[in-house]
């Protein structure tokens, strides 16, 4: 498979090309709380209730990005003060790929392309 190397989609705020949007959750893209690499974060905090609340990055152009050559979508989550959350990411619940958020420890997510939800091999949004 060719390897394009990485497509940043939050990097000290939302990538190029990049919108983020909550409902029914606080985000702050440039959060200093809880921060594993750089200045800022990408903070949420989920407000309390039986309708879960969502953060979605839609990327600005329609067509969306190729995703041919990218293998996975990784980042690190930390729990913060809201560990033992079980959040579905891209389609898939984190308990299901063995991931507990908790809390002040930093965990890598690595979700295999071909296992996140695209239109006909593009991503648009997560």
Known sequence: MLDRGDLSIYEEG???GWT???SRAESNTKSTKFV????F???IL???GMVPGTVRYTYDDPDGVE???YSHLEFYINGGEASGQDPVIAGKRLSDLG???QAD???LVSIPISEVSTTVGRLTSI
């Not at 594993?36 to 200045?39: A, C, E, L, P, Q």
Request: glycine share 12%; charged share 10%.
């Open 99 to 101: 991931i507990t958020v």
């Open 46 to 48: 989920l407000q309390t």
């Open 20 to 22: 983020v949007e909550a």
């Open 67 to 69: 995703t041919f050559g």
């Open 36 to 39: 594993h690499n750089g200045r």
């Open 14 to 16: 939302s990538g190029p």
């Open 41 to 43: 974060s990408h903070a």
């Open 105 to 107: 420890t930093w965990t």
